[in-house]
């Protein structure tokens, strides 16, 4: 009875779709030859395509929820969450796998061609970006959608002080994560008393706005044109050629990694990193128990935008050019994808969604045309599936040896 | 020898046309568990969110006397967190815990106005902040252990039993070390074995010298615990004193049970 009920919705599922993909999958226009093709098959595949992933998501729902709710085997159903978990909770695995990703990590620009050491350092910025907006949103859950603001204010803070006041990399790095915190904190006071959806649209504006004075104000930013010939990172006035100068910023890049993982890591494990989970948790009960929300969420806005700043200052010096065409919504929502991918407020799924949605488009060169599309793809995927991103966090539990027996499981 | 703790004059909230509390008085002791009752919709919560500070109550005063000091500070129009800060800690009628936090956590939290580590002790993890860090554990723990939750510590808050999740509201609010501590209905949906253990745990704690003032509906809990009641209606204060007295009161007796007692 339920069975011939999900055939049928299936059945209009895949029709309703065929439907509305048939101006795009069938007919085709020749306009040299002014002949249409009509390409049937296609039709036929997409409806038995829609036919049957509706029937695969309908039996994984039913699966689902057939299956007995016990708190934990809900959370790491996914083998590769189950495993990384194992591994982290384990100190000489631990050790071990942190000492495998070391070893990859400083080998890979040599193995690898320059370009692929290239590919590699912009996927590693979007980890520290990644891992600057998962304080705003994973933590604190402040839905920000204009976080590339913050990467373009660092980006253009080094371009410009590098040409009117000949700055190097090393002394706008801190001032360019400095001034993005400050930007922080300036779109954090107009919308601390929003929340969700409006917080979003806000933000969305924030990020648009910064965009479109860049674009606009052409005396102070050079406008769409861009900045040229910004030098790249230097080391004690050593002169690189380019291959080296790639192997180098990949270093940088590797050890700005490390220090966010540590920093975030013990943002997440201290009195603030509790009061940002707690103003996600619940606002109300979290002002009643003594929080300043005020102060707390300006503590993320304004961290979570220095990571960001401190990437902008390494992108400028990376690619060396920089235009406002490179910090658009696209970019707000690809570090957000990241974060929802990779688990929201985990550290380690944050570097993985990174690595993913960076390296899979890069890699897969064919599919890179349909990336939004596979963006979208993937997040519909993951809300259905998995709502708590690839690695949800590992949640903290505290031993105590003398007083208490350990806690059962 | 009893100081007072808390006085509201004149408490006075309008939503709107709705005037929901109207020249509210009432006053709680050092040591005192008070109880405030009333039937649904009288206001009861609506006084609690209002000397909170969730609410900004349109008139009248909430004086705070701080211990081994004569003056007397006023509540009014201070932010729910300098609120806990001064000294008042709630629990709330529809459980408002931090779900996706551990029991241990979520007690944790209620050291925060206490304690002080920020950015810079938490990246650097200097000594002072994990001295800290270790008390509000240990503290965090005793609480627990009290409330009868230590064994469930590290589970997710929305794991536990109705009744647990309750207790944990109390324990949570106890760890902001509070002069007074403001219980919302904290017997609704538990049953008779749940609302006994909550019975010994709110005469402990009161032992223990805490101040409490209860908003409930089981009324031999509150006869139970209470050395004085205020009865609400409507918004206003219709009566006061012993458990004794409340229970002849007619006016209470009334608003309890219509107006069908009088015919
Ligand atoms: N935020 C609000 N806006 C409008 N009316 C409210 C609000 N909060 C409470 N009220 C009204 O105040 C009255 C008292 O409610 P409440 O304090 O919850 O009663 P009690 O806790 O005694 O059952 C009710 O009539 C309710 O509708
Ligand atoms: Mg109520």
Redesign the pocket.
Known sequence: MVLLKEFKKALLTSLWFVFLTFPIVVIKVDPIERTVFWRWQNAFYMAVGTFSIYLLVKFYQHRKENQPKSSDAGENKLPISSLIHRILLNPVQRNIFIGIVAAISIVFPHIFSTYQTNVMTTALMYVVLGLGLNIVVGLAGLLDLGFVAFYAVGAYTYSLLNLHFGLGFWTVLPIGGLLAATFGILLGFPVLRLRGDYLAIVTLGFGEIIRLILENWGKFSKGPSGISNIPRPGFFGMHFNLEQSVLYTYYLMIILVIVTIFIVNRLQDSRLGRAWIALREDEIACQAMGIDKRKTKLVAFSLGAFWAGIVGVMFAAKTTFINPASFTFLESAIILSIVVLGGMGSIVGVVFGALILILLPEYLRALSEYRMLAFGAILVCMMIFRPQGLISNIRRTYKFEKKSPPPVR | MKQPILNVTNLTMD??G?R?LDSVDLDVNSGEIVALI?P????????F?CITGI?QPTGGDILLSLPNKSKKVSLKGLKPNKVTERGLARTF?NIRLFPKMTVLENVMIGRHCRTKAFIFGAIFRTAATRREEESILETSYAILEKVGLAEHANEFADNLSYGAQRRLEIARALATEPLLLLLDEPAAGMNPQETLDLDHLIKQISQEGQAILL?EHDMQLVMSLSDRIFV?DY?KKIAQGTPAEIRANPAVIKAYLGEEVDA
């Open positions: 939503f709107g709705i929901a009333g649904n919709g009288a206001g009861k919560t609506t006084f969110n609410y009628q908003i609400m918004g």
